[in-house]
């Protein structure tokens, strides 16, 4: 990294320890950084994206030595940390340090969500910090998360005294959640796919009983202003429409190939540009629902306000 950019790092640490906020980058989406133990701080993200306080938050880390220090690991989660960190892949685990990670940033819970991102600006800014940063995706609460500086900037650009700009979100979609608090449980799919997960830990349990315990579980989440109707055969007069596939072809083609990654790396660019135009709703075709698939329609689900 040159100088210019070792500044801008240590400007954003900077804002970090007083208390600002920062438009951050990772390889899933951008998030909305906070020192995770200042409360006063993450009221601020709660504040500028609306979110609502009993959705917990992520802690971001700079690696496994800093996650270990505010949550217990056993031998699955570090299995599983070893295999897919950095990377977007979030564990819920037992609180080790409850003030490191504030009770606002857990909403009042026992546990602790947390993650290593592996975007090299977020890795930067978490090693010059040092210490955890909740970065929850930089939208307003319930609309698409942004995937390029630009689109975070026009949803909470306001609220931030600092901004990293690494270009457009390789991944797109926010991080796999697993639970590790008895039987592991899926809690949100991501770009570390259920598959990729039973490889390491086994068969994942039904992902209810820890539900409240992830980012991203309200029934309308994602959510663009137009509605949105999904498994579309085509669309209807007056509406916009999100294609996939080469036979399903369109303006906003999530990928013309049918490949599940660039899909999801598209999805919420093209649900953002596709509600910019005012349609009557935006309609979506069928995504197969395997492996990515299976994060893109829970997204896509909750867009349309069809997930609990």
Request: with cysteine; proline share 8%; glycine share 8%.
């Amino acid at each position: 990294m040159d100088a210019a950019g070792q500044d801008q790092i240590a400007q954003a640490a900077a804002a970090l320890r007083v208390g600002g906020l920062v438009l951050m980058p990772t390889e899933t989406v951008y998030g909305l950084a906070a020192d995770a133990a200042n409360a006063r701080a993450v009221a601020s993200v709660y504040e500028a994206k609306g979110r609502p306080s009993f959705n917990p938050l992520i802690a971001h880390v700079a690696d496994l030595a800093a996650a270990e220090r505010i949550a217990r690991f056993d031998d699955r989660a570090r299995a599983l940390a070893e295999r897919f960190w950095p990377g977007p892949l979030t564990l819920v685990l037992p609180v080790a340090d409850a003030v490191a990670v504030s009770d606002l940033a857990r909403a009042g819970l026992d546990t602790v969500a947390v993650r290593v991102p592996a975007h090299p600006l977020a890795g930067a800014l978490l090693k010059a910090f040092g210490g955890p940063v909740v970065a929850p995706s930089a939208n307003r609460s319930g609309r698409p998360s942004p995937t390029t500086l630009e689109a975070a900037v026009e949803e909470t650009g306001e609220a931030a005294a600092g901004a990293l700009n690494g270009g457009p979100c390789k991944i797109g979609l926010e991080s796999t959640v697993v639970s590790l608090l008895d039987r592991p449980r899926l809690l949100r799919p991501g770009a570390v796919t259920r598959a990729d997960l039973e490889a390491v830990v086994g068969l994942l349990a039904e992902a209810e009983a820890d539900a409240r315990r992830s980012p991203g579980r309200l029934t309308r989440h994602y959510a663009p202003n137009a509605p949105v109707r999904l498994d579309a055969a085509a669309p209807l007069p007056g509406e916009a429409w999100l294609a996939f596939g080469a036979a399903s072809r369109g303006q906003w083609n999530l990928s013309p190939t049918g490949d599940l990654a660039e899909a999801a790396a598209n999805l919420f660019a093209y649900l953002r540009a596709a509600d910019s135009t005012n349609p009557t709703a935006i309609s979506v075709a069928p995504i197969p629902d395997h492996g990515l698939g299976e994060a893109i329609n829970d997204r896509l689900r909750r867009a349309a306000g069809f997930v609990g």
